[in-house]
């Protein structure tokens, strides 16, 4: 009997180990080491795993894409080393809170998950998104934790496998959505982008319910972020144009729709635009509210680099609104990207023409009014 017992063990642990070779197929798994629990044995297995790690910003928030914000800074690589953990427990052993892991795997971007069972043992792991699916899909594990809730913790982490794990919960649409919803009343952030990327019409009223919710109301009301617009999702555009806080982006689904009721707060985000890229968005849009062309070379602001040519910056020369054609050229001045200033030439050479035109007092107000007093300054050495 015991002779029996000893060799299913040893088959099962490599049962394991050619299951994890077959997740960790570009990394070594270590030998597996036991441990004596109160009422039964562990089995350790540990995997050293190296991967690029972003110290930066990959994209904008949604918060900054709703504002109307277009520039991001540049991403800071580097290559850490991370160690995941497998833990097998047998049959015998009651309580999984017995097994340890490494402090604070969450910071590193890993979960501690209960992945399911195979061959009478329950596998424990801690690692991320991925390559906790990969063990779960190799091993062919029952049970475990659900799916749904996983995912949604790898998303909230905003870590290594979170967009894999936004994929998934965007595949599996209404099915997500009451416990994307769930959780969102509690960390709404990035939970609230997943439903603002599936685009159904039960995502779209699970954001209408969370902006009734004071936490997660600023986060429902950026969900939507274009370019695509939706009729239904109303309340949510004109809630983040007057809260201030997607102004940009109410706007613009106000001007798609010709939501006529939308004028007169597009013009008062428009007093209170925090950046020349806002003011520039708003104003095109109240244009397109009020029944009037689009402003001078707007569509070409909006395409820097589609190319800038002489007739576009003639263009915002003769624009009728001044303020309009300072915010055109502060907004080539600032933009900046991995290269450097590479429309700083042609902001400079506008805001010369300007100031030859007369406009010289109201480049000094906007260019206060959007901090960029210290910026022309550095772009006027840069260039020099």
């Known amino acids: 009997m015991l002779f029996a017992y000893v060799i299913g063990y040893a088959l099962r642990l490599d049962s394991a180990m050619d299951v994890l070779k077959r997740a960790y197929p570009n990394w070594t798994v270590s030998q597996p080491a036991a441990e004596e629990l109160s009422d039964g044995r562990a089995i350790r297995f540990t995997i050293t795993t190296e991967r690029i790690q972003n110290n930066g910003q990959q994209a904008l928030s949604a918060q900054q894409r709703g504002a109307g914000e277009t520039s991001r800074p540049p991403q800071k690589l580097r290559t850490i080393k991370l160690k995941d953990e497998v833990v097998l427990l047998d049959a015998k052993v009651s309580d999984a809170a017995q097994v340890t892991f490494s402090s604070d795997p969450e910071s590193r971007g890993q979960m501690v998950v209960f992945l399911g069972t195979s061959a009478a043992m329950r596998w424990l792991a801690c690692a991320d998104y991925g390559q906790l699916k990969s063990i779960r899909t190799a091993g062919k594990l029952i049970g475990g934790d659900d799916p749904i809730q996983l995912a949604i913790r790898a998303v909230n982490l905003n870590s290594v496998g979170a967009s894999e794990a936004r994929e998934d919960l965007i595949r599996w649409k209404d099915r997500a959505i009451p416990a994307l919803e769930e959780a969102a009343m509690i960390k709404p952030w990035e939970v609230v982008t997943v439903l603002g990327a599936m685009h159904s019409h039960a995502s779209i009223q699970a954001l209408i319910r969370l902006q009734t919710n004071p936490s997660s109301r600023p986060a429902a009301e950026q969900a939507l972020y274009g370019p695509t617009f939706f009729a239904e999702a109303k309340p949510l555009y004109l809630g983040g144009l007057?809260?201030?806080?997607?102004?940009?982006?109410?706007?613009?689904?106000?001007?798609?729709?010709?939501?006529?009721?939308?004028?007169?707060?597009?013009?008062?985000?428009?007093?209170?635009?925090?950046?020349?890229?806002?003011?520039i968005a708003l104003y095109g849009d109240l244009q397109r509210l009020l029944g009037r062309e689009e402003p001078p070379a707007w569509s070409r602001v909006r395409n820097y680099y589609r190319g800038w040519t002489s007739a576009d910056e003639r263009a915002v020369l003769h624009a009728k609104n001044r303020d309009y054609a300072v915010e055109i050229a502060l907004s080539m001045l600032g933009m900046a990207t991995k290269g450097g200033r590479p429309f700083a030439k042609q902001g400079l050479s506008l805001l010369t023409a300007l100031r030859a035109r007369g406009d010289g007092p109201r480049i000094t107000k906007l260019a206060t009014r959007f901090n960029f007093t210290h910026l022309m300054d550095v772009v006027q050495r840069e260039q020099r």
């Open 242 to 279: 007057k809260d201030g806080v997607a102004p940009v982006l109410g706007a613009d689904a106000g001007a798609h729709f010709g939501w006529k009721e939308f004028t007169n707060p597009v013009r008062t985000a428009l007093a209170k635009a925090a950046t020349p890229d806002n003011a």
